[in-house]
Protein backbone atom coordinates (compact mmCIF):
# COMPACT_ATOMS: atom_id res chain seq x y z
CA UNK A 1 0.00 0.00 0.00
CA UNK A 2 1.33 3.38 -1.02
CA UNK A 3 0.71 6.62 1.46
CA UNK A 4 -1.80 7.93 -0.47
CA UNK A 5 -4.18 5.06 0.16
CA UNK A 6 -3.60 4.63 3.80
CA UNK A 7 -4.30 8.42 3.62
CA UNK A 8 -7.59 8.09 2.06
CA UNK A 9 -8.14 5.42 4.14
CA UNK A 10 -8.08 6.70 7.46
CA UNK A 11 -10.05 9.91 6.51
CA UNK A 12 -12.59 7.75 5.08
CA UNK A 13 -12.86 5.81 8.35
CA UNK A 14 -12.86 9.07 10.35
CA UNK A 15 -15.54 10.59 8.56
CA UNK A 16 -17.53 7.41 8.74
CA UNK A 17 -17.25 7.72 12.41
CA UNK A 18 -18.02 11.28 12.45
CA UNK A 19 -21.13 10.57 10.03
CA UNK A 20 -22.49 7.35 12.48
CA UNK A 21 -21.59 8.52 15.63
CA UNK A 22 -23.77 11.94 14.02
CA UNK A 23 -26.90 8.96 13.20
CA UNK A 24 -26.46 7.57 16.61
CA UNK A 25 -30.26 7.59 19.09
CA UNK A 26 -30.39 8.52 22.20
CA UNK A 27 -33.34 8.37 22.26
CA UNK A 28 -34.44 12.12 20.46
CA UNK A 29 -34.92 12.39 17.31
CA UNK A 30 -31.55 15.03 17.02
CA UNK A 31 -28.05 14.27 16.79
CA UNK A 32 -25.50 15.12 19.61
CA UNK A 33 -23.84 18.38 19.65
CA UNK A 34 -20.59 16.15 20.26
CA UNK A 35 -21.32 13.79 17.16
CA UNK A 36 -22.14 16.82 14.70
CA UNK A 37 -18.93 18.29 16.11
CA UNK A 38 -16.74 15.35 15.55
CA UNK A 39 -17.98 14.96 12.23
CA UNK A 40 -17.88 18.68 11.42
CA UNK A 41 -14.06 18.68 12.95
CA UNK A 42 -13.32 15.80 10.73
CA UNK A 43 -14.72 16.69 7.23
CA UNK A 44 -13.49 20.89 7.94
CA UNK A 45 -9.81 20.19 8.81
CA UNK A 46 -7.61 21.75 6.74
CA UNK A 47 -5.81 19.91 4.40
CA UNK A 48 -1.95 20.40 2.89
CA UNK A 49 -0.79 19.33 0.43
CA UNK A 50 2.67 17.17 0.66
CA UNK A 51 3.97 19.06 -2.71
CA UNK A 52 3.21 22.86 -2.03
CA UNK A 53 5.34 24.39 0.52
CA UNK A 54 3.78 27.93 -0.19
CA UNK A 55 0.39 27.41 1.07
CA UNK A 56 -0.33 28.87 4.13
CA UNK A 57 -2.45 27.12 6.52
CA UNK A 58 -6.18 28.08 7.21
CA UNK A 59 -7.48 28.50 10.44
CA UNK A 60 -10.89 26.88 11.78
CA UNK A 61 -12.57 28.33 14.79
CA UNK A 62 -11.73 26.50 18.14
CA UNK A 63 -13.93 23.93 19.63
CA UNK A 64 -14.50 26.43 22.22
CA UNK A 65 -15.53 29.59 19.81
CA UNK A 66 -18.16 27.53 18.45
CA UNK A 67 -19.98 25.85 21.66
CA UNK A 68 -20.33 29.36 23.10
CA UNK A 69 -22.91 30.02 20.72
CA UNK A 70 -26.11 30.16 22.31
CA UNK A 71 -28.99 29.10 20.06
CA UNK A 72 -31.76 32.26 18.80
CA UNK A 73 -34.70 31.64 20.90
CA UNK A 74 -37.58 31.69 18.89
CA UNK A 75 -39.88 34.18 18.82
CA UNK A 76 -42.68 31.47 20.34
CA UNK A 77 -40.29 30.63 23.50
CA UNK A 78 -39.37 34.79 23.79
CA UNK A 79 -43.35 35.64 24.43
CA UNK A 80 -43.75 32.13 26.77
CA UNK A 81 -40.47 33.89 28.43
CA UNK A 82 -42.30 37.51 28.87
CA UNK A 83 -45.31 36.55 30.39
CA UNK A 84 -43.33 34.39 32.99
CA UNK A 85 -40.70 36.90 33.66
CA UNK A 86 -43.47 39.30 33.99
CA UNK A 87 -45.77 37.54 36.43
CA UNK A 88 -42.69 36.52 38.79
CA UNK A 89 -41.02 40.27 38.34
CA UNK A 90 -44.87 41.42 39.47
CA UNK A 91 -45.18 38.52 42.21
CA UNK A 92 -48.40 37.22 40.85
CA UNK A 93 -48.54 33.42 41.49
CA UNK A 94 -48.75 31.51 37.80
CA UNK A 95 -48.45 27.49 36.43
CA UNK A 96 -45.43 26.89 34.21
CA UNK A 97 -47.33 27.24 30.68
CA UNK A 98 -48.33 24.18 28.77
CA UNK A 99 -48.66 24.38 25.07
CA UNK A 100 -52.07 23.44 23.59
CA UNK A 101 -54.01 23.43 20.39
CA UNK A 102 -54.68 26.30 18.96
CA UNK A 103 -58.43 25.90 17.89
CA UNK A 104 -59.44 28.48 15.97
CA UNK A 105 -57.87 31.68 16.96
CA UNK A 106 -55.55 32.30 14.25
CA UNK A 107 -52.96 31.79 16.52
CA UNK A 108 -49.49 29.99 15.76
CA UNK A 109 -48.93 29.05 19.19
CA UNK A 110 -51.40 29.03 22.61
CA UNK A 111 -50.39 28.21 26.11
CA UNK A 112 -52.49 27.19 29.13
CA UNK A 113 -51.26 28.71 32.28
CA UNK A 114 -52.75 29.35 35.40
CA UNK A 115 -52.71 32.54 36.98
CA UNK A 116 -53.96 33.74 40.79
CA UNK A 117 -56.00 30.28 40.23
CA UNK A 118 -57.60 30.94 37.26
CA UNK A 119 -57.60 29.70 33.78
CA UNK A 120 -55.31 32.19 31.06
CA UNK A 121 -53.77 31.72 27.88
CA UNK A 122 -50.85 33.09 25.98
CA UNK A 123 -51.17 33.55 22.20
CA UNK A 124 -48.65 34.40 19.78
CA UNK A 125 -50.10 35.47 16.34
CA UNK A 126 -48.48 35.02 12.83
CA UNK A 127 -48.88 39.17 12.25
CA UNK A 128 -50.29 42.27 13.65
CA UNK A 129 -53.32 41.69 11.23
CA UNK A 130 -54.49 38.40 13.26
CA UNK A 131 -53.81 39.64 16.52
CA UNK A 132 -56.27 42.71 15.42
CA UNK A 133 -58.80 40.32 14.61
CA UNK A 134 -58.74 38.35 17.84
CA UNK A 135 -58.74 41.39 19.58
CA UNK A 136 -61.93 42.80 18.19
CA UNK A 137 -63.78 39.44 18.63
CA UNK A 138 -62.64 38.93 22.55
CA UNK A 139 -63.22 43.00 22.92
CA UNK A 140 -66.66 41.27 21.52
CA UNK A 141 -67.25 38.72 24.26
CA UNK A 142 -66.04 41.10 27.66
CA UNK A 143 -62.53 39.56 27.39
CA UNK A 144 -59.78 40.72 29.20
CA UNK A 145 -56.43 40.73 27.46
CA UNK A 146 -52.92 42.49 27.85
CA UNK A 147 -51.55 42.52 24.06
CA UNK A 148 -47.67 43.52 23.28
CA UNK A 149 -46.12 42.74 19.87
CA UNK A 150 -48.04 40.45 17.94
CA UNK A 151 -48.83 38.53 21.35
CA UNK A 152 -51.34 38.86 23.72
CA UNK A 153 -52.14 37.44 27.44
CA UNK A 154 -55.68 36.57 27.14
CA UNK A 155 -57.02 36.35 31.08
CA UNK A 156 -60.19 35.12 32.70
CA UNK A 157 -63.01 36.75 32.56
CA UNK A 158 -65.95 35.06 34.04
CA UNK A 159 -64.90 33.91 37.77
CA UNK A 160 -61.59 35.45 37.98
CA UNK A 161 -62.62 38.73 35.85
CA UNK A 162 -62.20 40.98 39.06
CA UNK A 163 -58.51 39.39 39.61
CA UNK A 164 -57.97 40.35 36.16
CA UNK A 165 -59.35 43.57 35.67
CA UNK A 166 -57.12 44.62 38.31
CA UNK A 167 -53.89 42.56 36.90
CA UNK A 168 -53.89 43.21 33.64
CA UNK A 169 -52.92 47.11 33.54
CA UNK A 170 -49.66 45.77 35.84
CA UNK A 171 -49.03 42.98 33.69
CA UNK A 172 -49.40 45.42 30.43
CA UNK A 173 -47.26 47.93 32.17
CA UNK A 174 -44.29 45.07 32.99
CA UNK A 175 -44.84 44.10 29.09
CA UNK A 176 -44.69 47.22 27.12
CA UNK A 177 -48.06 46.49 25.78
CA UNK A 178 -52.06 47.28 26.37
CA UNK A 179 -54.88 46.37 28.47
CA UNK A 180 -57.96 45.77 27.09
CA UNK A 181 -61.48 45.08 28.31
CA UNK A 182 -60.61 46.34 31.66
Not at 8 to 25: F, H, I, P, Q, W
Not at 64 to 91: F, M
Not at 93 to 104: A, I, W
Request: some cysteine; proline content about 5%; overall charge negative.
Amino acid sequence: MNIRTIAAGTVVALVSVGVLAGCSSDGGDEASPAASDTATAATAAPVESATSETSEPVESPSPAESETTEAPVSEIQAAVQDVVTALDELGIKHSEPVRTEVGLSGAKANFDITINGYDAGILVFPDADTLAEWQDLSDQFGGIHVAWGNNALSLNSSDGIANSAEIAPQIADELGGEARGV
